[in-house]
């Protein structure tokens, strides 16, 4: 998997049943298109797995959550296995989403993170996603920084200088002093 060919869409955050039905939380909104995705990639021990979906086994239940149920996943043991696995998808299949003004993904890494008071903060080193609440992890002279990552911190995102600009909330990052 070239990581340029792959969106990073959500995560399986648990199991739905007995029967090995998957919920998978997605950073975007889905569309009813996405209906017809046949197959999706799960990230296990850092190899994207495919898994291919049963036939009408693809249900949208809220805005950003899928419930899934996948060929070769039949039991609650095998369905366990795959919480808290990242899920990913072809580009190409971009456009079966809505993306929000922010678009949380692995895109950002390497991104400067610079505070309206602070100034630059550090580079983002990776994205950790918990539910309802995506964080970014900045490392500035070794030390590890997170900070939570929501529209109503962002004030400006500069793709081509690779410069995200946030308001910190007050007293978060005397926090890492």
Same mark, same amino acid.
């Given at each position: 998997m070239n990581r340029n060919d792959f969106f990073l869409l959500g995560k399986i955050i648990k199991i739905r049943g007995y029967s090995g039905e998957l919920l998978i939380k997605s950073h975007f909104t889905f569309s009813v298109r996405a209906k017809n995705i046949?197959?999706?990639f799960v990230k296990i021990d850092n190899i994207p797995v495919p898994f291919? +979906?049963?036939?009408? #086994?693809l249900k949208i =239940? #809220?805005?950003?959550?899928?419930?899934? =149920?996948f060929d070769n996943i039949s039991n609650e043991k095998n369905a366990k296995e795959l919480i808290d696995c990242d899920v990913y998808?072809?580009?190409k299949l971009k456009s079966l989403f809505?993306?929000?003004k922010v678009e949380v993904s692995e895109n950002i890494i390497g991104f400067t993170i610079f505070d309206s008071k602070i100034g630059n903060i550090g580079i983002i080193e990776q994205l950790l996603y918990f539910p309802n609440n995506p964080v970014i992890q900045v490392v500035k002279?070794?030390?590890e920084i997170l900070i939570p990552f929501t529209e109503n911190l962002i004030s400006k995102i500069n +793709?081509?200088?690779k410069i995200i600009e946030i308001i910190c909330p007050d007293g978060l990052l005397e926090l890492y002093k």
């Open positions: 046949k197959s999706f291919f +979906v049963k036939k009408n #086994g =239940i #809220g805005k950003s959550t899928v419930s899934l =149920i998808l072809p580009n809505n993306f929000s002279n070794e030390k +793709v081509r200088k």
